[in-house]
């Protein structure tokens, strides 16, 4: 069975930074994708960050050059480092994953960045 586990969301002081990890298990020879989305209330889930098997990553345009993603095969985990926050991206973050055609989410973390 596939689960993803999100952590390390919390309160941070603009300008802060956090670090988000998604445990990835269940998956044998690891996904096709992997990476991150944000949704607030009354809106659209929306790309955050992600890394294609045998493509690379790809970042949101109001994300570039703040966030870096990446994979930690050892701990089968995806890592997000999140820099220079605003409270603009104060959001639900959510990890996906994509396993032979089907998606699967983790339960969400929240982010709350404070002025």
């Known amino acids: 069975q596939v689960q993803l586990v999100e952590s390390g969301g919390g309160l941070v002081q603009a300008g802060g930074s956090l670090r988000l990890s998604c445990e990835a298990s269940?998956?044998?020879?690891?996904?096709?994708?992997i990476g991150w989305y944000r949704q607030a209330p009354g809106k659209q889930r929306e790309l955050v960050a992600i890394?294609?098997?045998?493509?690379?990553?790809e970042y949101a345009a109001t994300v570039q050059g703040r966030i870096a993603i990446y994979r930690d095969e050892f701990n089968h985990s995806v890592v997000m480092r999140m820099t220079s926050l605003s409270p603009e991206d104060t959001d639900t973050y959510y990890c996906?994953?994509?396993?032979?055609?089907?998606?699967?989410w983790g339960q969400g973390t929240q982010v709350t960045v404070s002025t």
């Open positions: 269940g998956v044998a020879g690891g996904f096709n994708d």
């Open positions: 996906k994953a994509k396993f032979k055609g089907d998606d699967y």
């Open positions: 890394i294609t098997r045998g493509i690379g990553t």
